[in-house]
């Protein structure tokens, strides 16, 4: 038998490289090219997430101290972002009004994750007159604009950061519910399953051995569309006033308070609307970029 | 060569001719512009931005100041009133006697005027409009209205037409207020032809004796008034009015810079510094007159709120310079109490008492004896510089021994829960809505303010008080009125149901073509447009 030589100075073609064979500038480089803005996202929100949590390392001022005397302030030396009518620094209450926003957001989140994946799960695996109740439910509740749920949830509940919280949650629920139940249609008839079910694998384990873990990649993506629109929605029900308390940093009744400075003091409204805008924006492109590389297809396209 | 020279000359000639003509047109122009500026012009249409306008224009349960500019404006009573002075002048009626007593009224209504719909105005019509809330088979009668008072009806002996031009008022006892009365809303006669016509209706389809009438109204949103040219004084000098209802400030303020208001009382209170340092943009302020008190109201009611201890801490504890500089751009002035500067009876005094001290209010705190924190909930309108105003004071509070949480609500359930009596501390204000001082003090009779926002009627005092508010309006001679009102007023300091924090001196956000706008009526929210014209 003749042996095959293979000339080892031909270099192998691009695509059979192995992976820890690149060199990393160009591993870096291709992810760049990929997912830049997800990075770039990320990175910013990373950034807001780390002063929020730290907000008392972070704020130059106390966000309630009033300084009568530097009343609507502009941008200066002493006070980065301005100050608001009644003094106070706007940098200092940006960075803990991102504080109310983000643990406002992700707690409703929490909540409507933690429920809608429950009805979803029961729904679609369950079937029947269950799946039924669940879904009209869901429907009734999809039938509202999700602002205007709130709003009505808030209305009903009284006005409050935490019955805020829950009307957001609530109007959330739904979305989770059915992107649950449709995954669990599809998985619950594949074989792997069946096979589970005919060793006399219990409903338990096949639902968090077998079901679940091949939910979390959409689960992700959507959760990170509904933080974004949870932050968009609790910062509109803050600028209506019927949130957080008067005087408690927030973008949203930031904006509210500034919305009739603009011509005097545009800075009061201008800051906590910019900071809303990218922070939202950011989360959006963190949820694009996973999406883009959870899914197999899209992954596909773009290698 | 002749015919030539004769063009040339002529041609010449008439180029001088016409710059003589020009020239002196030019100066004639000169001269009449600088005439007309010194006189009232006739014509244009003034915009107006007001915080609201109400379903209905009827005088008996409209409700806002957009809906009151346009019934001051389409409106009239037996008299009228000059709010710089209180001095009463005629309106419908060209004289009057007042007995002796002051039981007996007798108007002589001028002849040949008419409704603008057409209908004369006489004394039946007059006597019918003014006992409309009486006649319960009036087809414009309707139950329950007249919330903001009603003429004084309630002491009224008698009202009778005595002839076609003679009205004659007989009360049960003296009011010292019940010419100015007339001049509120509900004293403006309606049109029985209107009455007739659309019954219970009426106040969308308002047709009254005022400078203005009514060309076009959408509830809720704008009225548009047309000069009125068989008002009894005169046409008035604008052509028309159109008051519009904006959603909030910052909309007005908006409206403003565009160029679509030209007047306005409720534009933010922080665009006043920059608005009286640049005239570029054709706006300017014109500062009116301390005519509206702003106040907390202390629920006596609650514990320990009933100490009056606790009530006098909360009164020392309150910055009101910060509030008139911070909260008000410096639109407002110090306050004394219950009455302002221009009312009958005004005691200056009061200012010791109404002024910062926090020490003085711990101090308070302890001698009552009170467990710290008090935590209490101050109520106000999410509207205006009321947040603002909140806000300093809670931060005032807080730095003595309380606990505040602001309780912010939008104006209808501001005004339920105030009138249910459920507020704690409440944040509002009081205008001079007529120029008397016993408007003002109703706010502490603990018949016509039982419950409310201080619950006057829980007080150890409210009979005394009672007592004199009755004295006041039964009591005709002035100088004996203003001992009355100087004695409420320490009364009300004495036991500080309601804390005085400023009076208010409303800037009038007005553009430069608005001639002779009116201070006065105009800081209470009684805006005249019978005076403005417009620089053409």
New interface residues.
Partial sequence: MVPIVKDASAPLPVKQLPINSIPLVKRLSRLWRKYSLAVVGGVFFTIVLIVSVFAPTFAPYDPMT?D?KS??AGPSAAHVFGTD???RDVLSRVIYGGRTVLSGAFAALAMSFAIGLSIGIIAGYKGGWLDNLFMRLMDILLSFPSVLLAILIVTSLG?GQTNVVIAIGIAQIPIFARLVRSIVLILVNQEYVAAARSLGARDRTIIFSHIFPNMIPPMLVQATAMLAIGIATLTALNFL?LGV???TPDWGMMVA?G???????PHVAFFPGLCLVLTVLSVNFIGDGLRDHLDPRLRNQAG | MRSRVFLVLAALALILSISHVQAHNATFQATAQATAQATPQRGGTLNVAAESMSNSLDIGFWQGFGALHVIDSIGEGLVRANFETGKVLPGLAESWKVSSDGLDYVFNIRKGMVFQDGAPITAQAIVRSMKRSQTPKDPAYIDGMYMYGNQGIDNWQSLDAVDDNTVELKLKKPNATQLLVFTRPDGYIISPKAMDTYGKDVGLHMAMAGPYKIERFVPGQEAVLDANPDYWAGKPYLDKIIIRAYPDEASILAALQAGEVDLTLYAPFDSVPRIQKDSSGGLRIVVGAPLVDLLLGINVTQKPLDNVMVRQAINYAIDRDAIIQAGLAGMGQAPASILAPNDLGFDPAGKTISHYDPTKAKQLLTQAGVTLPIPVTLSFENDRFWPVLAELISNNLNAVGFKVTLDRLDQGSFAGKESAGKTVLALDQRSTFLPDPNDKVLIVDSVLSIGGMSHPEALPTAKQLDALIDSGTTTLDPAARAGIYKQIQAMVLDQMNIVYLAYLTPPIFVRDRVQNVDTQGTAAGRVDFRGIWLKQ
């Fill in positions: 009033l009568l009343r609507l009518n009644l003094g006005a006033g308390e008067t005087g308070d919305q009739k400075l603009l011509f005097d003091a």
